[in-house]
């Protein structure tokens, strides 16, 4: 029986693996591994649940996760490529409480290898790319790393849709190593590649069928709380987002209202100072026009007196010439 389950102090909103939980919680507890690598971290629910199981029960279990962070076709982002912020959101949540016995190495599989020296790894979990030849390469690679007493995750394991190929490698494994399985959250394999099977795992491999089918139903029901709880609290986030949304949607209105009403008063004011010029304009053009008239009436003026002018010289003139004869 499962007893005093840990709760979860994360979760993502990527859930594929939230059903695994409750068990990660368990194998941690019980095989108090020296080593765990995890190939294939992404948003880090998994990582995360080893890394929370490790401080809880005080394991002294060195952690490592290998990503490169960059996304893959598998990694449930809508098959595209994830950005940075993926990352530094996940490395800021592990290093403020794991960094004393954990650490995250943004690099690909087979650049990390030469780092870990043969048979130092107690447990290993492989999440990385999911088709057959992927999954198959990250393990035979790896398999020297484990120690005698290692234990090898995979996840994926009952994913027959697209190019997955997990759930062939491992049938296949299964002919070779002794291992179980779960069949909920897409699947989990639990194989020992060790000489020395701990002795966990293998009280497990040993149940009869009923026995470890009743095994198994109790943590697909923890693991189903979680996912219940996980989809209660995405529920949330969403209705938060929501909420988030309006506030931004109501201070936006808000502020058009004001942009508005000010456009509306600089157009009013625009438009009184336009009515004032067009007055003054008015006044300018009547103004011209006055000045015309007069100008023309000057005019007038001028030619009446000029022809006053030449006719007073002319009668001067005669006047001369009469006084001259």
Same mark, same amino acid.
């Given at each position: 029986?499962?007893?005093?389950?840990?709760?979860?102090?994360?979760?993502?909103?990527?859930?594929?693996?939230?059903?695994?939980?409750?068990?990660?919680?368990?194998?941690?507890?019980?095989?108090?591994?020296?080593?765990?690598?995890?190939?294939?971290?992404?948003?880090?629910?998994?990582?995360?649940?080893?890394?929370?199981?490790?401080?809880?029960?005080?394991?002294?279990?060195?952690?490592?996760?290998?990503?490169? =962070?960059?996304?893959?076709?598998?990694?449930?982002?809508?098959?595209?490529?994830?950005?940075?912020?993926?990352?530094?959101?996940?490395?800021?949540?592990?290093?403020?409480?794991?960094?004393?016995?954990?650490?995250?190495?943004?690099?690909?599989?087979?650049?990390?290898?030469?780092?870990?020296?043969?048979?130092?790894?107690?447990?290993?979990?492989?999440?990385?790319?999911?088709?057959?030849?992927?999954?198959?390469?990250?393990?035979?690679?790896?398999?020297?790393?484990?120690?005698?007493?290692?234990?090898?995750?995979?996840?994926?394991?009952?994913?027959?849709?697209?190019?997955?190929?997990?759930?062939?490698? =491992?049938?296949?494994?299964?002919?070779?190593?002794?291992?179980?399985?779960?069949?909920?959250?897409?699947?989990?394999?639990?194989?020992?590649?060790?000489?020395?099977?701990?002795?966990?795992?293998?009280?497990?491999?040993?149940?009869?069928?009923?026995?470890?089918?009743? =095994?198994?139903?109790?943590?697909?029901?923890?693991?189903?709380?979680?996912?219940?709880?996980?989809?209660?609290?995405?529920?949330?986030?969403?209705?938060?987002?929501?909420?988030?949304?309006?506030?931004?949607?109501?201070?936006?209105?808000?502020?058009?209202?004001?942009?508005?009403?000010?456009?509306?008063?600089?157009?009013?004011?625009?438009?009184?100072?336009?009515?004032?010029?067009?007055?003054?304009?008015?006044?300018?053009?009547?103004?011209?026009?006055?000045?015309?008239?007069?100008?023309?009436?000057?005019?007038?003026?001028?030619?009446?007196?000029?022809?006053?002018?030449?006719?007073?010289?002319?009668?001067?003139?005669?006047?001369?010439?009469?006084?001259?004869?």
């Amino acid at each position: 029986m499962i007893a005093n389950i840990l709760e979860p102090e994360f979760l993502s909103d990527i859930d594929s693996w939230h059903g695994h939980i409750p068990f990660a919680f368990e194998l941690i507890k019980n095989l108090k591994p020296k080593r765990f690598v995890e190939l294939g971290t992404h948003k880090g629910d998994s990582y995360l649940a080893f890394c929370q199981a490790v401080k809880h029960y005080q394991t002294n279990t060195k952690c490592i996760s290998v990503d490169t =962070w960059q996304g893959d076709e598998h990694a449930g982002e809508n098959d595209e490529l994830y950005g940075e912020d993926i990352y530094q959101t996940l490395a800021t949540y592990h290093d403020e409480r794991y960094q004393s016995f954990s650490s995250l190495q943004k690099m690909k599989f087979d650049e990390a290898l030469p780092t870990f020296a043969n048979g130092s790894i107690d447990l290993l979990h492989i999440d990385g790319l999911h088709t057959y030849e992927a999954v198959k390469h990250d393990f035979e690679s790896w398999l020297p790393k484990l120690s005698n007493c290692g234990v090898v995750l995979f996840h994926d394991t009952v994913v027959k849709y697209s190019n997955f190929g997990v759930w062939q490698f =491992w049938d296949e494994l299964l002919e070779q190593y002794p291992g179980f399985g779960f069949s909920h959250s897409y699947g989990l394999g639990v194989l020992a590649v060790g000489k020395e099977i701990p002795d966990w795992i293998g009280a497990i491999c040993s149940l009869d069928q009923p026995t470890f089918e009743r =095994w198994v139903n109790q943590f697909e029901f923890y693991g189903n709380s979680i996912l219940s709880h996980s989809f209660k609290s995405q529920i949330q986030y969403y209705q938060s987002l929501l909420e988030q949304k309006d506030g931004q949607l109501k201070a936006f209105s808000e502020e058009r209202d004001q942009q508005l009403k000010a456009f509306k008063e600089e157009r009013d004011q625009q438009l009184k100072e336009l009515a004032f010029a067009q007055m003054i304009i008015q006044r300018r053009d009547k103004r011209l026009a006055d000045l015309d008239a007069q100008i023309e009436q000057i005019g007038t003026q001028f030619t009446g007196s000029q022809q006053v002018v030449r006719e007073q010289k002319d009668q001067i003139t005669e006047l001369i010439s009469q006084f001259s004869s």
